[in-house]
């Protein structure tokens, strides 16, 4: 257990709908971040959150917005969702700058049907 | 461009046997960290070895080490003693001291051991 929670683990739902993928960080850990893995892109970086505030934007589509709350724990919002949105969702925490490496969840599959 | 080339898409080796799998990246910086994460089935990204780039001296972690050439941009790393259980996807990546606190991730190399 790498002290990264994502649920749920496994997502199936249909084009059009929205889903929301959540993630509880590593105790101590300030900093979300949340990425995309599909087979023919690698790992893409979405978004980071730094205790609450948006730090730093990557290739995230209109579509998907995403949130820390107090608490820390930040959810990833996905919506009108279509086939090619179907990927592995990571979540990976850490307590600053990243240079330490992230703790990464164990990620949420999501299937569009 | 901030990029990350692993030109290798698949290795094998023999279990006990030295593989060397291969990493370049691009970036105008010159602060940075860079890391091999292993992705093992069960799909856990699980971080392997790291190297400050302002460090001239190779990381080592038991049976992993990394060969780091900075001019060359080049970091590729070697498991010794290679184990079943090494068997996994390796993705090599960096991230800069300064500006956005992202990863960037390569493509992935993945390695298959033989017993």
């Known amino acids: 257990d790498s002290g990264v929670t994502q649920t749920p683990k496994h997502l199936i739902t249909a084009t059009g709908q929205r889903v929301t993928l959540r993630c509880s960080p590593r105790?101590?850990?300030?900093?979300v971040y949340w990425y995309q893995q599909s087979l023919d892109q690698g790992l893409q970086f979405l978004i980071h959150y730094y205790n609450g505030e948006e730090r730093a934007k990557g290739n995230i589509l209109e579509r998907f917005s995403a949130q820390q709350f107090p608490d820390l724990h930040s959810e990833l919002n996905l919506s009108s969702l279509e086939l090619g949105d179907s990927a592995l969702y990571f979540c990976?925490?850490?307590?600053?700058?990243?240079?330490?490496?992230?703790?990464f969840g164990s990620g949420t599959r999501l299937t569009v049907v | 461009a901030q990029t990350v080339t692993q030109s290798q898409p698949e290795m094998s080796v023999q279990e006990a046997e030295t593989v060397t799998l291969s990493c370049t990246y691009d970036?105008?910086?010159?602060?940075?960290?860079l890391f091999w994460y292993k992705q093992p089935p069960s799909r856990q990204m699980i971080l392997v070895i790291r190297?400050?780039?302002?460090?001239?001296q190779n990381a080592t972690e038991n049976r992993f080490s990394v060969n780091f050439q900075k001019a060359a941009k080049s970091f590729s790393l070697k498991i010794s003693d290679s184990q079943l259980g090494d068997a996994a996807m390796y993705f090599c990546a960096y991230i800069l001291v300064q500006g956005a606190q992202k990863l960037v991730f390569g493509q992935g190399t993945r390695l298959t051991i033989n017993p």
């Open positions: 190297q400050e780039a302002y460090k001239q």
């Open positions: 970036t105008s910086e010159s602060d940075y960290y």
């Open positions: 990976a925490s850490d307590r600053g700058r990243g240079t330490y490496g992230y703790t």
């Open positions: 105790s101590g850990d300030l900093s």
